[in-house]
């Protein structure tokens, strides 16, 4: 079972950016996509973006396309999303997710259905 350690959440004013990190250990993520999910109060749990285990390929939501970047190294287990130009309706619990997959270089957010999740990091943008 992976441990997540996440962080980078916090309050920011409209238009801001936060970067979000994820770092794993147990096991290593070679294999596995990482995905950035999001739920805000009262509504239903979102995948925000989801990045190939390769690094090569990364797959966002509408609603964030253009302004949320993920990347990730596979060596130090980490992962990050960048977050620019913040909304208020960014405002949620963010959530780190693995995905074990074979296919190193393919990883589409609106299929995705992760295997471990990390403990979630508060994201509040100010209205």
């Known amino acids: 079972q992976p441990q997540f350690v996440e962080s980078g959440g916090g309050l920011v004013q409209p238009w801001g950016s936060l970067r979000l990190t994820c770092a794993v250990s147990g096991q290593p993520v070679d294999y596995d996509n990482i995905g950035w999910f999001r739920q805000a109060p009262g509504k239903e749990r979102e995948g925000v973006s989801c990045?190939?285990?390769?690094?090569?390929?990364?797959n966002y939501a509408d609603s964030v396309k253009g302004r949320f970047t993920a990347y990730r190294d596979n060596t130090n287990s980490t992962a990050w999303l960048q977050m620019d130009n913040l909304k208020p309706e960014d405002t949620g619990v963010y959530y780190c997710?693995?995905?074990?997959?074979?296919?190193?270089?393919?990883?589409?957010?609106?299929?995705?259905?992760?295997?471990?999740w990390g403990q979630g990091t508060q994201v509040t943008v100010l209205s």
């Open positions: 990045i190939s285990a390769s690094g090569t390929n990364a």
């Open positions: 997710t693995l995905k074990s997959t074979f296919v190193r270089t393919l990883c589409t957010v609106n299929l995705l259905s992760p295997d471990f």
